[in-house]
């Protein structure tokens, strides 16, 4: 007989927050009133909050601790030398260039390496990114495999770079007109996906000899790591502190935003090789986000992230019960029935909007009605990652229509207990089971850029 065995957090809890159930009446009024976009809900009315992973993590003792003694010096901080110590440390990149958060790194790397019509292939797009990138003057392409744009396939590394497709861009473009590929650590928008090593290791190698710079977004590469260490021949025996240096050993730089898995509510960092590139990144730097040595950050949240750094790999345990909660909300919601992006990703559990709400068409926003379902039901925030993020084609002016129309509920770090997940799981399948009531959305106001975030619906009668 097998005797059971199971594993916990690896920490126990100090502090709390409270959290308030509502009635549904009052959810149906509050998500009217947020023109059914669940980013403009007040927090107030949110009872488990799975909009974001990024700057929800709950931090340690000995992160508080460095809040008290960070260095606010406007130049040459203590804090800022702890935190390029950790990054150089655990990802292995000497220069460090301190941003506000993720999109402050990229608007930087992008400035310094995009001429205006360059084209940067990336897998699958972050919206981030891929504003900078065109921001910048580039276009972006897309080189992800197939098998990432099917829900359903169980590839266990969905988030590769087919190098066909590369090869091709290449062919098309010429190399002298692809300044970087920006390959991203377990895709976000496929679902927190991963890239093997094996084919990181090729990308590189590929890119080297044409002078292509790979620039990685490796704001979830910990997580990537993981599944590395869980799924690919060979890795089993090494910690995820060894992955990710290999990781990124296959890179020129990386932009991250700090915000995930490095354990901080702010923050982010671009981080290079090139002293050269770094010293023209540090002139922009000056002027769009503060001085070279604390750039968009304070000194105690330096000091914060130099330690969530080093504390997010100091044994496997963190990311095993981080990526566990996921799996365990993920097998929950499987199942019930329920139709989700398989394998269940990092961060997050992916409803798969196109296939729960087939009644829809994709311009009737499925994903974006299913979420405003989701909250009026329970109070549980989500949030769309289909149509209406995807935006539009610049040139043609139509809406992007990407293959995932999905609702991401996505688990904020060391937050939520497995009850909350059995909360969220029950009031998933409850709205699956009143699927049919679902009624589509159409655009009250709809922002140019980055729509998603402050884009207002109202239902479309039936
Ligand atoms: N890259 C990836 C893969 C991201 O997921 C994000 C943010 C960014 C870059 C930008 O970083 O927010 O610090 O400026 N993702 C958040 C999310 C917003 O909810 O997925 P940021």
């Not at 509050?30 to 976009?37: K, P």
């Not at 989700?340 to 311009?363: M, S, Y």
Request: hydrophobic share 40%.
């Amino acid at each position: 007989m097998t005797v059971r065995r199971s594993w916990a957090e690896p920490w126990k809890i100090k502090m709390i927050e409270p959290i308030r159930m509502t009635a549904p009446e009052h959810r149906q009024e509050a998500i009217r009133e947020a023109g059914y976009n669940t980013f403009l809900l007040q927090s107030d009315d949110v009872y488990i909050d799975l909009l974001t992973d990024s700057g929800t993590s709950a931090m340690s003792e000995n992160q508080w601790a460095g809040i008290m003694l960070g260095d606010e010096a406007y130049a040459g901080s203590r804090s800022y030398r702890h935190l390029c110590e950790a990054i150089e440390e655990i990802y292995g990149y000497p220069e460090t260039v301190p941003t506000h958060q993720g999109r402050g790194a990229e608007h930087i790397l992008s400035q310094i390496l995009i001429r205006p019509g360059d084209v940067i292939p990336g897998n699958m797009y972050f919206t981030t990114t891929r504003f900078h990138q065109e921001y910048a003057g580039g276009k972006f392409v897309d080189v992800i495999i197939d098998e990432a744009h099917d829900p359903a396939s169980t590839h266990p590394f969905k988030g590769n770079v087919d190098l066909a497709k590369l090869a091709a861009v290449v062919e098309e473009h010429g190399a002298e007109r692809i300044p970087y590929i920006c390959p991203e650590t377990n895709v976000n928008l496929a679902g927190g996906q991963p890239m093997s090593m094996e084919n990181l290791r090729q990308v590189w190698e590929f890119c080297r000899p044409l002078g292509i710079l790979v620039m990685l977004d490796a704001t979830r590469a910990l997580e990537n790591a993981w599944f590395i260490k869980q799924r690919e021949t060979g890795y089993q025996d090494r910690s995820v502190r060894e992955i990710l240096k290999e990781i990124c050993s296959y890179s020129d730089g990386a932009t991250v935003s700090s915000k995930k898995d490095n354990l901080v509510n702010i923050g982010g960092f671009l981080a290079l090789r090139d002293p050269e590139l770094a010293r023209r990144a540090r002139a922009l730097l000056v002027a769009f986000e503060g001085l070279q040595t604390y750039g968009g950050m304070s000194g105690r949240d330096m000091e914060a992230l130099a330690r969530g750094i080093r504390e997010m790999v100091e044994t496997d345990d963190h990311v095993r019960a981080r990526v566990g909660q996921v799996e365990y909300l993920g097998r929950l919601i499987s199942e019930a029935g329920v139709p989700i992006v398989v394998p269940v990703g990092g961060h997050g559990v992916f409803l798969d909007a196109r296939a729960i709400l087939a009644h829809l068409p994709q311009d009737h926003f499925p994903a974006q009605a299913l979420a405003a379902a989701l909250y009026v039901d329970s109070g549980v925030r989500g949030m769309e990652r289909g149509i209406v993020s995807a935006g539009r084609n610049k040139e043609t002016g139509d809406h992007n229509r990407p293959r995932l129309e999905l609702v991401r509920l996505t688990i904020p770090r060391r937050v939520y207990t497995q009850s909350h997940m059995d909360v969220t799981a029950e009031s998933v399948a409850a709205v699956y089971a009143e699927r049919e009531q679902v009624r589509g959305l159409r655009f009250t106001y709809e922002p140019p850029d980055l729509r998603f975030f402050q884009a207002r619906f109202e239902p479309i009668e039936a």
